[in-house]
């Protein structure tokens, strides 16, 4: 198992970082979290597919990310899980019981999974401290679970203008 966490602001970089990591691989899972809410989300999907390649298999799972891992990951295999901001924003939504639940299922999950991982996540801990209870649960959420993923990868890469900066591992 290798599991690798890409971190980054909006428009860091951080998505087409992580697809060339995968890309290394023969066979990608493209794990995605985005739901198509309106307009905007569904042009920003569409970019992320014309951007992929034809022969990568595509799995849409907005909240259970642990049985996805479970149930697809393989030796030879790449899954690219495109990203932890949009799957917290889903778990918030779908309350309390299912978010515990949901998160502990990933962090079970992925010291299991015996391929690789490549896993994208917003880094929030640089930002304003946001003005309303949600806003803030959700940056302490994905903070946190961004420091439990980062514990349990072997590589951490910070991006920022499309730049890369490991933080942890070579």
């Known amino acids: 198992m290798a599991t690798e966490l ?15 990591l995968a890309a290394a691989h023969s066979r990608v899972l493209y794990l ?3 739901e198509p809410g309106d307009g905007e989300m569904r042009e920003r999907i569409r970019h992320h597919r014309q951007r992929r390649p034809a022969h990568w298999e595509l799995l849409e799972e907005p909240l259970a990310l642990g049985d996805a891992l479970a149930a697809r990951a393989d030796a030879g295999s790449c899954i690219l899980i495109d990203c932890m901001s949009l799957w917290v924003s889903n778990l918030l939504h779908a309350g309390d019981a299912v ?3 949901q998160r502990r299922a990933l962090l079970e999950a992925l010291p299991a999974c015996p391929g690789t991982v490549v896993i994208v996540s917003n880094e929030v801990g640089l930002g304003l ?3 309303d209870p949600l806003s803030r649960r959700f940056a302490d ?3 946190w679970l961004n420091q439990a993923l980062a514990e349990r990868a072997e590589r951490v890469i910070l991006t920022a203008a499309g730049l890369p ?6």
């Open 129 to 131: 401290v946001g003005m």
């Open 99 to 101: 978010f515990e639940r």
């Open 6 to 20: 890409i971190l980054g602001g909006v428009r860091s970089g951080k998505s087409a970082l992580a697809e060339r």
């Open 165 to 170: 900066l490991v933080l942890k591992g070579t």
């Open 32 to 34: 995605a979290t985005a």
């Open 141 to 143: 959420e994905l903070g």
